[in-house]
């Protein structure tokens, strides 16, 4: 493992409507507003940023992030709270993950109380608009990191 390798940051469905999808609760700001803000927070690291509606594809790109990662920062928007194959491609990775959301769902719906990421997650960061995904990447750097001096140490 290397922090060498790109932060993945993956995006499930409807986010490609960012900025016209309920700005109410999602703002206006749209994914690609976001991905330059991960890119910026990156700094000298790579950013491999990607939006799908489609559950297999989401977690064929888990799969990709198991040999090409540093880490990932996942927003699975819906799937969020529905998908049992989504954790079980997660808890495949041994690099860290890091659970995004411009919202904050445990404060709205019920049904969005409940997160399948959550339960592999290193951390989750929620409710603060664009600025969740600045700080997930920051996170996300960090833990790759942490977990490459670790490994330097072992040797
Ligand atoms: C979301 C929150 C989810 O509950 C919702 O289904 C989304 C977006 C967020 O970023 O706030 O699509 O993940």
């Known amino acids: 493992m290397s922090d060498r390798l790109p932060v993945y940051v993956l995006n499930g469905p409807n986010l490609n409507l960012l900025g016209v999808r309920e700005p109410d609760i999602y703002g206006r700001e749209t994914l690609a507003d976001v991905q330059a803000l991960c890119e ?17 594809e989401l977690i064929d790109w888990v799969h990709e992030a198991r ?6 920062v996942i927003n699975a928007a ?10 079980d491609a997660l808890k495949t990775l041994t690099i860290p993950v890091v659970e995004c959301h411009l919202s904050n769902p445990a404060a709205r719906e019920r049904f969005r109380h ?8 290193a951390g989750v960061v929620s409710g603060f608009g664009p600025f969740s995904y600045e700080l ?15 490994a330097d140490r072992s040797v």
């Open 67 to 72: 040999e090409k990662a540093s880490a990932l």
């Open 78 to 87: 819906g799937y969020t709270h529905t998908s049992v194959a989504l954790l």
């Open 136 to 150: 997930a990447v920051r996170a996300a750097l960090r833990l790759a990191q942490e977990r490459r001096a670790a």
């Open 114 to 121: 409940r997160s399948y990421v959550s339960a592999v997650a």
């Open 40 to 56: 910026r927070a990156a700094g000298d690291a790579t950013v491999v940023f990607r939006q799908t509606n489609h559950e297999g």
